[in-house]
């Protein structure tokens, strides 16, 4: 099974509304992280928010938060007042514990395109 | 603080030759990683290092592929000798702690004619 599953071909939002990315992932381990990284098409990764496994609220950076819901795995993007800039690759990740060794698994992305 | 440094930006060579790629992390971070994305395969982690040791290479798609770090600001990629199924981006990565947000350098286009 894939460890991260982002289905959502490409996405479409007006200028000023939200948009939900979503993700879902599969793990076992119970300490696990969740990230989003934006990356415009210059191709910088760019780090925009994380969701421990425990945390108890809902992560929140400016008009990013993330839609934690642990018991259907999911860990869906929103975007709020979207922006010309927010137009870009968005992924999703997860830091797991994989025997000794912890690793950081990307899912495939999700493309944004914010029309004016 | 710059952030993380690749370089090259980019790199055309021919099949064959040796490509080394080089990474400084941010200054105090403790962990390093090199990713690879292509289309086909998204971002994959290659190896990452803690401390300059290397902690898992399974990512390191072969023998061709090998990962250095000589000391805590700085590290290598390289491959010889390089086929053209090597040609991706190339990104570098580093935090404070394994668990933590990892900052990405801007990364290495590689091209292997």
């Known amino acids: 099974a894939q460890k991260i599953t982002q289905t959502q071909p490409g996405m479409f939002v007006q200028e000023k509304e939200a948009v939900t990315l979503d993700c879902t992932y599969d793990?076992?381990?119970?300490?696990?992280?969740l990230f989003w990284y934006k990356q415009p098409s210059s191709g910088e990764m760019i780090f925009l928010i994380y969701?421990?496994?425990?945390?108890?609220q809902n992560a929140t950076e400016g008009r990013y938060s993330l839609n934690f819901q642990k018991a259907r795995k999911s860990a869906n993007l929103v975007i709020s007042a979207s922006q010309l800039g927010d137009s870009a690759m968005y992924f999703c990740?997860?830091?797991?514990?994989?025997?000794?060794?912890?690793?950081?698994?990307f899912g495939k992305g999700i493309t944004l395109s914010v029309r004016p | 603080d710059a952030g993380v440094i690749q370089s090259p930006r980019h790199e055309v060579t021919e099949m064959g030759q040796e490509v080394t790629l080089r990474c400084k992390p941010i200054s105090g971070h403790d962990y390093l990683f090199w990713y690879r994305q292509t289309m086909m395969r998204g971002l994959e982690l290659l190896i990452y290092?803690?401390?300059?040791?290397?902690?898992?290479d399974s990512g390191m798609p072969e023998d061709r592929f090998s990962a250095k770090m000589p000391n805590a600001s700085f590290s290598t990629l390289k491959i010889q000798p390089s086929e053209p199924r090597d040609s991706a981006v190339y990104f570098c990565?580093?935090?404070?702690?394994?668990?933590?947000?990892?900052?990405f350098g801007p990364g290495t286009r590689l091209t292997v004619l």
């Open positions: 990740a997860m830091r797991e514990k994989i025997g000794a060794n912890s690793k950081l698994t």
């Open positions: 793990t076992s381990d119970p300490s696990y992280g």
């Open positions: 290092f803690n401390n300059n040791v290397p902690i898992d």
């Open positions: 969701q421990g496994s425990y945390d108890q």
């Open positions: 990565a580093s935090s404070l702690a394994v668990a933590g947000e990892q900052f």
